[in-house]
């Protein structure tokens, strides 16, 4: 959070959903609404961690007017992340693509939570039933439980 | 002068570390009880030091000495005096201080508590405890001095970063630090316990408090540092899966994680091993989370990056420490006993899933703030993980381990069953399912997904209160004995179905704020209005104010509904002429559990008339988001009261064993 604190200041302003400002709306309710979700995916190439709809900084405001322009003339969401990712590379998308490179990425939780079930399978089969008291137990069981023999 | 005497109690502290490794490795090798109590001694007296230094340089904040290079840089005479004693802990030699005098405090009530252990172990705990005040001193003395002198001394100092001057940020590290420190006796009691080759029900019983109070105390710290973000950053967000967010929440997973697993080797004698590896993870994710908030590897600009010699220092302590323990357990881990059997429907078997899902979630987060590193150095490729990415992975985890929750605590112990707990849960289920539905029918926009978040967080809150009805027989046996019940149950079951329940709280405020969400903004000028939700939002005035170290415009924002007043704001724009820096103070209307959060932006010119960004958002029920973790801390808190969990009760009780 500190570092989110600094990056406002280092752009001299603290940002405030900048997407919203009015002064950069398109006309249609739609597709402004379309443009901020995939304003939500963009990050902002110069703020480390942040996305183009909170960021209040110059590149930020270019990129959305970017998304705007390319949603008011009709681009589906796909389309302009993929004008962007080829501008800018993979690098200016939030959600990382699922590819061979990232598959450790989306996979890893999971295998960690299979391999997990079966180390539990495992155990609770190799150990199987408890065994049965041997007759010698079962005879010393009941001496002490039997409250006449004590 | 002051300045002089802190460094040297520093240097002191140091000597003292050293001694007390010395010592207490000494006295478990000689079996000398003399040199034990010597070993606990040195770690009171390096406590004791520490407190002096730090007191020192707070000295030295609180007097505005800027002669001290520390407090020159991150302190200014006009601060107000909240501020300058938090001045101490705001920058990076000074949070450093902060740990090593959080891992010292902690070393010295281990030492002091621990009378009720065996005396291998408690000698062993001292050492490894005096090993790891050893590296972080020599640290803070050699490589970030909080002391230093100028040899010029400035009239002003530059001032803290006024985004910082907050109360909820100033108390903020003190929690966060007891948090990720605390983890650290939690670490020594597992080196001691491969050491000695001793993990059984008793060791568990003394790890737990520890982990507790750790756990609570990053609880708190996790939570102010949220709701800072929340009013103070101006978004209107809480949480943003921030490389230094994550830095924080991965230890606190691994202690909420080793809270159940030490359970299973408390009752059950088993998962030793998983129960001391946790127990070394946990202390390994607090050195990296303070490693990637300091070394600045994951992101250019942070207010924490220094310089990178002293990254590599934090690593190589990282590498070294956490190298060693792990080494350790591989070594003795497969000398450990197996422990008791169970069946596949069990409270052991829930207490495992519940660990996979935990640890699952950790290795998330991991993933999710390390691989951007790793996709670099491996392919030269940048790639981004956002919070996107954390919506599909982490979620999905914590949806299946909240499903589970509540069903576990009703499972028996070795053998449980399903049935019987299904019966006892089923009033819980169609409460959860009842209410999804009325959320999805009554509230516009209608939304499946929060409708059953709702329910979900529905069914945490009623699988708490059926765990304690279960237990004091409500209906089933007569009023009289429920209520002998109730008044008879331990601490420790209410701190469980506090922190359960505070789970649900989190999860209802969460789901309502994020899925109904309004947000509105408009330029204004004075007398204007905007509409957010069913509320009407009216600029009345923009003053000009003078503040004690900056200049603010405060913007008198009233809000009604249908025509009725409801309340006013004053949020504000701050100018602070020290740093050249601009802020917002948030305007916040609590409506019950719901929020009206204004914001004022900056003024423009329209058509020759001055106008003022103003942006809204109604955040329905927000204040349950940072409710429900304080409940969880004080469930936390509750249970760490427990009498079982005392040092020195455990002992005398050991013998009889452990009661459900």
């Given at each position: 959070m500190r570092l989110r604190a600094l990056l406002a200041i280092a752009f001299g302003a603290l940002s405030?959903?900048?997407?919203?400002d009015p002064a950069e709306r398109l006309p249609d309710p739609a597709q402004e609404a379309r443009a901020r979700e995939i304003f939500r995916d963009v990050?902002?190439?110069?703020?480390?961690?942040?996305?183009i709809d909170d960021s209040e900084a110059e590149l930020a405001k270019d990129l959305r007017a970017l998304v705007r322009e390319q949603v008011a003339a009709g681009k589906s969401e796909g389309e302009v992340k993929q004008f962007l990712t080829q501008r800018?590379?993979?690098?200016?998308?939030l959600t990382p693509s699922f590819n061979a490179w990232n598959l450790a990425l989306w996979i890893g939780p999971f295998v960690v939570v299979l391999a997990g079930i079966a180390l539990l399978l495992m155990r609770l089969r190799a150990r199987g039933p408890e065994p049965e008291l041997s007759e010698e137990e079962t005879r010393r069981l009941k001496k002490i439980a039997d409250p006449e023999t004590r | 002068m002051i300045a002089e005497a802190g460094s040297f109690a520093l240097i002191l502290a140091l000597a003292l570390s050293v001694a007390q490794v010395g010592l207490s490795a000494t006295a478990r090798w000689k079996r000398s009880a003399v040199l034990a109590g010597a070993g606990e001694g040195a770690a009171l007296a390096a406590f004791l030091s520490v407190a002096v230094a730090f007191a020192a340089l707070m000295h030295a904040f609180v007097t505005s000495d800027f002669s001290v290079a520390n407090v020159a840089a991150n302190s200014h005479s006009e601060k107000p005096l909240l501020y300058r004693v938090a001045?101490?802990?705001?920058?990076h030699e000074g949070s450093m201080l902060l740990w090593c005098l959080a891992l010292t405090g902690f070393g010295a009530a281990a030492a002091g508590l621990?009378?009720?252990?065996?005396r291998g172990l408690r000698a062993v705990t001292v050492a490894t405890q005096g090993l790891l005040g050893v590296v972080f001193l020599a640290y803070t003395v050699f490589?970030?001095?909080?002391?230093a002198r100028l040899t010029q001394v400035p009239i002003e100092g530059r001032s803290l970063n006024p985004l910082l001057q907050d109360p909820a940020l100033a108390v903020h590290p003190p929690f966060l630090y007891a948090g990720y420190v605390g983890m650290s006796v939690v670490f020594s009691f597992a080196v001691a316990a491969l050491v000695e080759g001793r993990v059984d029900a008793a060791w568990a019983r003394w790890v737990r408090p520890w982990t507790l109070a750790a756990w609570s105390f990053l609880t708190v710290g996790i939570m102010l540092g949220s709701f800072w973000a929340y009013y103070?950053?101006?978004?209107?967000?809480?949480?943003?899966?921030?490389p230094v967010e994550n830095a924080s929440f991965m230890p606190w997973l691994i202690a909420a994680a080793l809270l159940h697993s030490a359970v299973v080797t408390e009752k059950r004698g088993a998962l030793p091993g998983w129960t001391v590896f946790l127990a070394l993870a946990g202390f390994t994710f607090s050195m990296l989370g303070a490693f990637l908030v300091r070394s600045g590897v994951l992101t250019s600009?942070?207010?924490?990056?220094?310089d990178p010699t002293r990254g590599v220092l934090l690593l190589m302590i990282l590498g070294v420490t956490a190298g060693l323990g792990f080494a350790l357990f591989a070594w003795r881990?497969?000398?450990?006993p197996q422990g008791g059997v169970f069946a596949p429907v069990s409270r052991e078997s829930a207490l495992v899933l519940n660990n996979i899902l935990l640890t699952a979630a950790t290795a998330t987060v991991l993933l999710g703030t390390l691989f951007p590193l790793i996709r670099e150095a491996a392919t030269g490729e940048a790639i981004s993980v956002g919070p996107p990415y954390f919506n599909l992975t982490f979620t999905p985890l914590m949806t299946a381990l909240m499903i589970l929750l509540p069903v576990g605590p009703l499972l028996a112990w070795k053998r449980g069953d399903a049935m019987g707990s299904g019966r006892r849960l089923w009033w819980a289920f169609a409460a959860a399912v009842a209410i999804g539905w009325v959320v999805f029918a009554a509230?516009?926009?209608?939304?499946g997904l929060g409708a059953a978040g709702v329910a979900m967080g529905a069914w945490l809150i009623a699988g708490a209160l059926a765990e304690i009805i279960e237990r004091v027989r409500l209906f089933r046996a007569p009023g009289r004995e429920s209520w002998r019940r109730l008044w008879g149950l331990p601490r420790g079951a209410w701190g469980m179905t506090l922190a359960h329940l505070g789970l649900g709280v989190f999860v209802l405020g969460a789901v309502f704020e994020v899925t109904w969400k309004v947000e509105a903004a408009e330029a204004l000028p004075v007398g204007g209005s905007l509409d957010v939700g069913a509320y009407h939002v009216t600029l009345e005035r923009i003053d000009g104010v003078e503040g004690p170290n900056y200049e603010a415009e405060r913007g008198l924002v009233s809000v009604t509904k249908d025509g009725q007043p409801v309340c006013t704001a004053q949020p504000e724009r701050r100018l602070y002429p020290a740093g050249g820096q601009t802020t917002s103070e948030v305007g916040l209307c609590y409506r019950g559990m719901s929020h009206i959060y204004l914001v004022l932006g900056e003024r423009r010119d329209a058509a020759g008339q001055p106008v003022w960004l103003v942006r809204a958002y109604w955040n329905p029920w927000a204040t349950l988001i940072f409710v429900g973790p304080l409940i969880m801390a004080l469930g936390g808190l509750v249970s760490l009261s427990?009498?079982?969990?005392r040092l020195g009760v455990a002992r005398k009780e050991a013998p009889k064993g452990a009661g459900a």
């Open positions: 405030i959903a900048a997407a919203s990050r902002c190439l110069v703020c480390q961690n942040e996305s800018y590379g993979e690098f200016v998308l | 001045g101490t802990w705001g920058s621990g009378r009720g252990l065996p490589a970030s001095n909080p002391l103070e950053l101006g978004w209107g967000g809480w949480w943003f899966w921030d600009v942070h207010a924490f990056a220094v881990a497969p000398s450990l509230i516009a926009p209608r939304h427990d009498r079982r969990l």
